[in-house]
């Protein structure tokens, strides 16, 4: 077990001779992507870091942007605005970060939320909260890859449920949920964890030079709990009044999580590259301890899921490849 002082002291050694120098952060206008970007610029590093996020929330960003400018003035954070649950619009923000920039060292990927309320769908047609925690993740890897591949040590992180798939959360025969009944928050969080665990692992063997992580945050209380419901819902009330105090109790800090996922952002400890590691070393979900990907826990430790992953490697892969590949080719 990895133990929160020497995910401290790890943190403590990144420094401009080790830590990402381009990062894109899709996800990073609340909540945990947040707070990792604020904990990153905080280690007073030379860094770039594209924040990727909607137009309605650009001008409470420009307030944050402005914070971190004067905390690390050696961080620049540039605003990069675009509806991330569109895969054009994914498209389109992708080119414009590879017009700028020769490489990229991290991708992190946190949009999304747990869709209870009623199924709602994207102009483009697929559901909201798949397309932020699904195609749209999947999508910016496929195409910031060329940019990834540039780095020395390149690194993308998906925070959702790594380490959750069951053989039984996933719906083989309706991957897009959408047959009467198939659809619901806890069905669809347990689909979409699952296709990124299959796919991830899928592109991590085709992309051997790269560290991937599906991490699973535990509890954090960002709200994320309430964003399925629209914000005049009386769920909204129900769950501030009741759920988050009780979730306050169980959850980790702000500053705890955006220290753990920081960590998962810069160690070694996941594939041997970044911030030297002394510890045990992290196995993947081929239970090695080379890169690709790691299914990582709250408590940064690996869980490889090695009941499960075979299974669904067998059984489930290729159907999700080639449904995902479907669904993305229009726009790679
Ligand atoms: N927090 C937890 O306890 C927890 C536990 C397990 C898994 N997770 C999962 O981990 C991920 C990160 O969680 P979090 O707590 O950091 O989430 P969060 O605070 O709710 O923030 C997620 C991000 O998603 C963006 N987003 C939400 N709806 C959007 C939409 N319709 N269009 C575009 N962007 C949208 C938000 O943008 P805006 O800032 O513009 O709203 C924000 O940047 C989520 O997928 C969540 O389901 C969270």
Request: net charge neutral.
């Amino acid at each position: 077990m990895v133990s929160y002082r020497e995910i401290q002291a790890s943190n403590e050694l990144i420094s401009d001779a080790n830590a990402p120098r381009v990062a894109v952060f899709v996800g990073g206008t609340s909540g945990i992507g947040q707070l990792t970007v604020k904990a990153l610029v905080n280690t007073g590093v030379s860094i770039r870091i594209y924040l990727v996020g909607r137009k309605s929330s650009e001008e409470r960003i420009q307030t944050l942007i402005d914070e971190l400018q004067a905390i690390n003035p050696q961080a620049e954070v540039i605003w990069t605005e675009g509806e991330i649950s569109l895969l054009s619009e994914t498209k389109r923000i992708c080119e414009v970060i590879k017009a700028k920039e020769s490489r990229v060292d991290l991708l992190f990927l946190t949009a999304g939320y747990i869709p209870f309320g009623e199924r709602k769908e994207t102009t483009e047609g697929l559901e909201t909260v798949q397309s932020l925690e699904y195609y749209s993740r999947m999508l910016f890897t496929t195409l910031l890859f060329p940019l990834l591949g540039l780095s020395e040590n390149p690194r993308v992180v998906s925070v959702l449920s790594g380490g959750l798939e069951r053989v039984t959360s996933i719906n083989l025969d309706d991957l897009d949920l959408k047959k009467p009944g198939n659809f619901g928050g806890v069905a669809a969080q347990g689909q979409y964890g699952t296709m990124n665990s299959i796919y991830l692992d899928k592109l991590a063997t085709n992309h051997t030079d790269i560290t991937f992580i599906h991490s699973w945050p535990g509890a954090v209380n960002t709200g994320s709990v309430r964003r399925g419901f629209g914000p005049n819902s009386i769920m909204v009330w129900v769950i501030r009044l009741l759920l988050e105090p009780l979730l306050a109790l169980v959850s980790y800090s702000d500053n705890e999580s955006a220290q753990r996922h920081l960590f998962q952002s810069t160690s070694a400890a996941f594939g041997g590259r970044g911030i030297p590691w002394k510890g045990k070393p992290g196995v993947n979900s081929r239970e090695q301890e080379t890169t690709g990907l790691f299914l990582v826990n709250h408590k940064c430790d690996c869980t490889p899921n090695t009941r499960v992953i075979p299974v669904l490697r067998e059984k489930a892969q290729t159907k999700v490849w080639d449904h995902t590949q479907e669904v993305l080719r229009p726009y790679l």
